[in-house]
Structure formats: C-alpha cells, structure tokens
C-alpha cells in the first residue's frame, strides 16, 4: 500500500503537465490570413459607402477594424516583404522585393508558425513571388499569378481583348468585365483551392496557419460582368482634387502602371478614363469580397470560427484619380493608408479604432495572439494593446519609404522629404485630402523641424 501511495505521489506531476499540455493544444487557435492586392480602404466599412462589400463589411463587425494602418513601402514587393519579415525598408538601400533582401536569415511570420507546429499553407500572392518564403510552407504553394503559360491576373477572357494588344510586352487591356464564372480568373481558383484546403485541414490534428491571397483589384481591371453590373456608370462620383497639390515639389510624381497595358483607344486622365477606371476598381473589390464570403462561409460551416484569428490586409494604399494619379508609387496618404481588419475569438467585436498602427506591427501581433514567442528581430509592435483599448493612441507615428524618399505620418500631419531637399508637409485635420503642401510656410517651420527629427531618429533605429 505505502508503494501504490509512493507511485501516485510520484505519477500525480506528470499527471497534471499532460493534462496542461493537452489543454494547451486544444486552446491553439488558427490563423486564415487573407491579403488582398492593392486594396485601400475603399469599403463600406471603411465609410465607402459607394462601395458594395457585404462580407469584410460584416467580418468588420466581428471584429476590429485599424482606420490609421500605414504601409512601409506603396509597392508590393517592399510592402509585403516588410510585413512578413517583420523588418522595416527603411534603412534598406533601394527597393528589396524578396524578404531574403531585406532580411537574410531571419525567420518569417509563416516560418515562426510552422516552426510552433502549425500546418502552413500558401494559396494565391502573400509573398510577391511564388518562389520566395518556400520553406516557410508545409506544402507547394499554389500560386498561377506568375505562370506564363497558365491562367494568371494577366489573363483575359472576353473575345474583344485580344483587339488590345499593347506591343512593348503583349499585354491585353486595363479593363474588360466577360459573363463568366468566378473561378474563370485565377483569383476565383484560389477562393477555390483555399476552401478545399479549410475542409482538408479541419480533419487534421493540428491548428493551421492558411494564407489566402487574391490578386484584385491590383491592374488590370478583369472581373466577371456581375460584378461590374453592381455599379451604375453614370453615378460613379470622380475624384474632386484632380490637379497636383499647391506647392507640390517636383519629386511628386504618378505612377506608370497604367501604361503597362492597352488603354483600349481612351485617353489618360480624361473624364471617360477617371470614370471606366473607377467603376474597374470597385467591381474587382465586389469580386473579392464575394470570394472572401465564400471563405468564411465554410468556416463557419466547419464550425471554425471560435477556433480561428482571421486577419484581413491590403499591402499599402492606391491612388484613385486625386491629383490626376492613378496606382501607387507615392508619399501621399492615400499611397499610404491601407486596410487591415482583425477578428480574434476573446476580443472585442465591432469595433473601430484610430490608434496609429504599421503592417509592419501585423507579424508581433499574431505571434501574440497565438500565444508563440516572438522572434528578436521583429521591428515593429503588436496592436493587441489597441484590440483590448479601441480609444487608445497606439504609435506616436508610422514610417513609409518609396525609392528615395521617406515619409512620417502623425495623427495630425504627413510629412516627407526627398534625398534632395525637396519636402512636403499636409496638415491631415485641416487638409485631409492633402491639396496644399505648406513645408515652406514659414509659420509651419517648428513643426517642419519636429517631424524632420522625428524622421531622420527613425532611420538611425
């Protein structure tokens, strides 16, 4: 009997670590990643209400929605190899595509989840290229956006394209809206592939990190016709503010996007481009966002929802015809702001907070919210703080770079300054559509030289 009591009292311990291991396990939750290429919050949830996006609208209020999210490069590529590296292109010396550029050998957020026993699986554009990250994924990424002979975002499916042919790379035109399926564009595939995935996954014994990335509204503009339908021509309102802002310095500049693919015979910059381009970008964000209902339907269905962090994303912001630009490629705000939703089972739901925050903060807050360490390299912060506390300030500002210039953003201001000398500075409460640049105003000289510091201490960090 003394041996049988010396047993339990020796067994009891491991007893309770496998209990609490087991716990933990059954408490891991799963992460579905969703980015959407060049998506701005132009939203219904986002006050868009031009804008027909039902299903972010509604994970909007399951959720919490960041209205000040800043990019840390208004480009694909830099911006998203920021985020998922969780370093900053600020110190970088050009424009670094790859994560491996701009930070060899460090861990990536997908990696850090496959190293903490998740299943990682990479559907559509997450990285900029198929090929980079490949370790970081348990399987083969499925991914048809660069292939040259498969159905990629460069595909067209309406006969009458092929009338538009640009002759410098053989591309079709900027626009076309064919009576076709869903899944006839690469992005509806993807909607596909991830929802076989959720179903395939939620038989396994292992929380999943799954990453959904969709192409639209990123150029051109190709969505099935029922989705350009939603949308009446003739009510489609244009930008107010198409002239460069006053005292704008010459380092301002557009982006050449649009000239990668044939303007069908419209003139650029016209009322009938502003109007055609316009009308391209919603129906494409109306595609999406049905794609993205599909997928959270299914999880629903699979009873995934209180098991799972969705974390919705847009990798920096998009010029909609203000100041005559069109894509990306700039230091103005709306370059920079881009969307970012968070729905996590235990947090607040419908909720909306202006605390300042950085895509670059994305990678911190998900190892948080899942309970993994942290990684020592991560340069930016979790936002969890600002999930629990919506009214909170979050960062004191944000840090953006393109090419040779770098740009600070404040709750009040947005400030830039080129290699050159040349700056810009917006009164964001004032001037929220940034129509006068007042850096060389002379009553805005301390606060030019504020922000300069602020500026130049974040490079040296």
């Known amino acids: 009997m003394k041996k049988l009591k010396l047993l339990f009292l020796f067994l009891l311990p491991l007893f309770f670590f496998l209990c609490d291991s087991q716990q933990d396990e059954e408490l891991k939750t799963n992460v579905l990643f969703i980015a959407i290429d060049d998506l701005r919050p132009e939203l219904g949830c986002y006050g868009a209400e031009h804008v027909k996006s039902p299903n972010i609208d509604l994970l909007s209020e399951q959720g919490v929605l960041f209205n000040r999210v800043y990019c840390q490069a208004p480009h694909c590529g830099p911006s998203r190899s920021s985020l998922l590296s969780g370093i900053s292109p600020l110190n970088y010396d050009g424009i670094p595509l790859k994560p491996e550029e701009l930070a060899p050998g460090k861990i990536t957020l997908p990696a850090t989840f496959k190293k903490a026993g998740y299943y990682t699986i990479n559907n559509g554009k997450i990285f900029h290229q198929r090929e980079d990250g490949k370790l970081a994924w348990s399987e083969e990424p499925f991914s048809l956006v660069n292939g040259p002979k498969e159905n990629n975002h460069l595909t067209f499916h309406e006969k009458k394209s092929e009338n538009y042919i640009l002759d410098k790379n053989q591309r079709g035109p900027f626009f076309e809206a064919p009576d076709v399926s869903d899944n006839t564009y690469i992005d509806g595939q993807t909607c596909d592939k991830t929802i076989a995935d959720l179903k395939r996954l ?260």
Request: charged share 25%; net charge positive.
């Open 202 to 461: 939620a038989k396994m014994d292992q929380p999943f990190f799954l990453a959904c990335g969709f192409v639209r509204p990123h150029l051109p503009f190709y969505a099935p016709k029922k989705y350009w339908d939603m949308y009446q021509r003739q009510e489609i309102e244009l930008a107010k503010n198409r002239y460069k802002p006053k005292n704008a310095p010459v380092a301002l500049k557009g982006s050449g996007e649009f000239g990668s693919y044939h303007d069908r015979n419209i003139e650029y910059n016209s009322d009938q481009f502003h109007i055609i381009s316009r009308h391209g970008y919603y129906a494409c964000i109306s595609y999406v966002d049905a794609l993205v209902g599909r997928i959270l339907s299914t999880l629903d269905e699979l009873e995934l929802r209180d098991k799972t962090i969705i974390v919705l994303w847009g990798d920096h912001g998009w010029n909609l015809g203000e100041h005559n630009f069109w894509s990306k490629h700039n230091l103005l705000y709306t370059s920079k702001n881009a969307p970012l939703i968070i729905s996590a089972p235990g947090y607040k739901k419908n909720i909306k907070t202006d605390g300042i925050a950085e895509l670059i903060d994305i990678y911190p807050t998900l190892c948080e919210l899942a309970g993994i360490d942290l990684p020592n390299h991560l340069e930016g912060k979790s936002v969890v703080p600002l999930m629990k506390n919506p009214k909170q300030t979050g960062k004191k500002a944000a840090f953006t770079k393109w090419r040779n210039g770098t740009s600070v953003t404040t709750t009040q201001f947005s400030y830039t300054q080129w290699d050159n000398e040349q700056r810009m500075l917006f009164d964001l409460e004032k001037d929220p559509e940034e129509n006068q640049n007042i850096a060389e105003n002379p009553d805005c000289k301390e606060k030019v030289k504020e922000l300069t510091k602020l500026l130049n201490n974040r490079k040296i960090h």
